[in-house]
């Protein structure tokens, strides 16, 4: 529907954001990241999506930023056009969202889906931030998250060697939540997704803020917040729901309300 580098599909309260230029690896051109972040305004806004997953290709979730449209940039048209804020669309993206990543994450890649909520991971991803092996560093949050999920050392040694990250190494360092076989990667994927889209929306999203808190605030702040956002829940329809269907022994039935 509209788009040319990317493909939206739905199933039920999944949505699912494919990048698709298979050939050039899914780096990621200006024009498919303007794409993906018009699409996630959509969904954003689509009251029957309640989960949305990333992904790419078997072969390559997507190689970085687009090196070709890059290299000829000067400084003032990098910071004019402030070049990666599509990208950023993805970390402002309020519902929850996962990456499915098979094959390469490097660079703009790995950073895309460090800033989806959890990373599945098949088993012949690689992960890492090689920009240093083409005279610059991390631009889209590599130098920020890569740290916050592997610690010092490991981050440190990806970006500064280039070195790159297998899937078994990825989940041993934290940097995905599970490695599945290739084949049930996208089922994987869309099991979980639809586990979470079945939940209540407000209450999934209210989860989502107060966990992304935690990285902005102290222990102590973010113990607040999340007492305050608990209170909270008790003004929903959802929550007086989910509790008297335990008592009841049903599933819940939650209406987003
Ligand atoms: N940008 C533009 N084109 C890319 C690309 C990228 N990041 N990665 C791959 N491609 C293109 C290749 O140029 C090639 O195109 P042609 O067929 O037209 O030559 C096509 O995709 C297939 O790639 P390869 O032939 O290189 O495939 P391979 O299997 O031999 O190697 C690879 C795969 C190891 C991933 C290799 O393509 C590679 O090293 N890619 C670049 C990875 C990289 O450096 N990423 C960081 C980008 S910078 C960045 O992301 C900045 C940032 O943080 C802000």
Redesign the pocket.
Known sequence: MGYDMIELTTDGAVATIKLDRP???N??RSDMMAEMAKALTKLEKDDSIGCVILTGSE??FA????????AELEYLDIYKGDI?ANHEAIDRFRKPIIAAVAG?A????C?IAMMCDFIIAADNAKF????I??G?????G?TQRLIRAVGKSKAMDMCLTGRMMDAQEALTSNLVSRVVPLDNLMETAQEAAAKIAAQSQPIAMMTKETINASFEMSLAQGIRLERRVFQSMFTTEDQKEGMAAFSEKRKPHFKNK
């Open positions: 050939k050039a690896l780096a990621l072969k390559a190689a970085g930023a687009d090196i070709k449209e890059m990666f390469y490097l660079g703009g890649g950073e890492g931030q090689p920009e092996n083409l610059v560093m991390p631009g889209i590599g």
